[in-house]
């Protein structure tokens, strides 16, 4: 009878891949199972696919038509009447994602347990809960809101929610699954191991989330409770507003849209802004990445003297749930994946350790299905009121700089209310500001509210 070791080296060896039972041998009946599992789980024909596009050179990249700016939306009050129709209907789903490795943060969790908020600390996921409930209240609804992890992170994820009541929202409106994971590769395409039992993986980008909303049953989770469209962000920015009621409407009823997938937007200002911007190419929507823009299109400027290309991405999505359904049709999102050269530990077993070592991974980027859009239109959001990114630990896009942005748009805020802000004669805030979601969503809710006629020098306030 041919053991489980039989039926496994075959396929492997065909696909040039056998070298990851070599130590078989030497491993525990225990690890033995574990590498089994590993291996069992794989598509074998898409490792082969994947190890080929290893191999290959890195494909110049195709001169299409000069990307143009993007169809965009000026939101009016009918789409905002179309998106709270949606949102009191209960159309509407949250999801973010919070997989990921967060790399640069080297934050000792997942991301969105990172106490973001100035005053008060507020750890990211209680940022979103907060305003998840807020909508829910304004509308009269229970904003179902999914929340992706990587298979790293899941499990803290959950004990973190547990821990925390659900911030308050009900447990059962609250869906987490884990992101897919892609194989990880050596430079010469062959399979790389983490451990002696284990396969090294990497998680399959925001991309896989398309997919993993898909294998979780997620999805359908979704069409069983009517939902039809999907407000997806990133764990990151805490001034996020993905449930914004303009931006809804425009996704689903504006002439320029599809209703498949809408996009939001901040202006880019400066031509070297390490942001993706939103264009047309080919008369298709899609999202060109910094390091892809020629310094001529980067700096290209209208009479106005505006960037032509200054719609920046910042990865708010409404997507319709057909939209994921026919995206995802074969069993997995149908986009590119995209290779990344960067060296991590991997365990070679010719010597039994673990030592650091050039590593090829994939990644789907969620912004590729864009152009799978029959129209997808962009919609051009205030920065200041909307982009507030934790990405580094320090310096450009760090927790200071988003506390900064943070208690910022707290100030104008309070200001548009009415209350004297401290500044000094340069503009500079005096004070640390944040306002919950529960006390206000947006400038306008303000009103009405009790708040002080104005905030001393050096006050510290959290409303
Ligand atoms: P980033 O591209 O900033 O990646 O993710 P990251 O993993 O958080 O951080 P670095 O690059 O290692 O420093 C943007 C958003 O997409 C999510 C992250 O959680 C974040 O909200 N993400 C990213 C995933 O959910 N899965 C991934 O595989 C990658």
Request: proline share 9%; net charge negative.
């Amino acid at each position: 009878m041919p053991t489980q070791l039989d039926t496994l080296r075959g396929p492997l060896d065909a696909i040039g891949q056998g070298h990851v039972l070599a130590h078989w041998a030497q491993l525990t009946a225990t690890q033995q199972a574990r590498l089994v599992d590993d291996l069992q789980a794989l598509d074998l024909a898409w490792v082969a696919e994947l190890a080929e596009q290893v191999r290959a050179p890195k494909p110049p990249q195709a001169a299409g038509a000069a990307p143009k700016p993007p169809p965009t939306v000026a939101i009016t009050p009918a789409l905002v009447a179309a998106g709270e129709a949606l949102l009191r209907a209960g159309q509407v789903a949250a999801f973010v994602v919070a997989g990921g490795q967060g790399t640069r943060l080297g934050h000792p969790g997942p991301k969105g347990t990172f106490p973001a908020t100035p005053v008060t600390g507020k750890p990211l996921f209680q940022v979103f809960a907060e305003q998840i409930a807020a909508v829910g209240q304004r509308y009269g609804v229970t904003v179902p809101w999914y929340v992706m992890t990587s298979p790293q992170n899941d499990a803290e994820t959950r004990v973190f929610f547990r821990a925390h009541g659900y911030f308050g929202l009900p447990q059962a409106d609250v869906v987490f699954f884990p992101q897919g994971t892609l194989p990880t590769f050596g430079p010469d395409g062959r399979l790389l191991l983490a451990g002696p039992d284990r396969l090294a993986t990497n998680p399959d980008g925001h991309g896989g989330s398309l997919t993993a909303l898909v294998r979780s049953g997620a999805l359908a989770d979704m069409r069983a409770r009517g939902v039809t469209q999907i407000a997806y962000f990133q764990v990151d920015n805490p001034l996020a507003q993905p449930l914004d009621p303009g931006f809804l409407g425009a996704h689903a009823a504006a002439a320029a849209s599809s209703g498949e997938m809408t996009s939001k937007a901040v202006r880019k200002v400066a031509p070297d802004e390490r942001v993706g911007v939103f264009a047309q190419i080919d008369g298709r929507t899609q999202v060109v990445e910094y390091s892809d823009l020629s310094p001529a299109q980067a700096a290209a400027r209208r009479p106005d003297g505006r960037l032509v290309l200054d719609a920046g991405n910042v990865a708010v999505h409404a997507l319709s749930v057909a939209f994921v359904e026919h995206l995802t049709a074969g069993g997995r999102a149908d986009l590119p994946l995209h290779r990344a050269h960067k060296r991590q530990p991997v365990y070679d077993p010719s010597v039994g350790a673990v030592a650091e070592a050039a590593v090829v991974k994939f990644e789907q980027f969620v912004f590729d299905a864009l152009p799978r859009c029959a129209a997808s239109a962009v919609i051009e959001v205030a920065r200041a009121d909307e982009f507030a990114p934790i990405k580094n630990a320090e310096g450009a896009d760090s927790p200071a700089t988003s506390r900064q942005l943070q208690s910022e748009r707290a100030a104008a805020w309070l200001a548009a209310a009415g209350v004297a802000v401290p500044r000094d004669a340069g503009g500079a805030l005096l004070c640390t500001l944040e306002i919950a979601a529960a006390t206000a969503l947006d400038a306008a809710a303000l009103a009405g509210q009790p708040l002080p006629d104005h905030i001393p020098p050096g006050a510290t306030l959290a409303l």
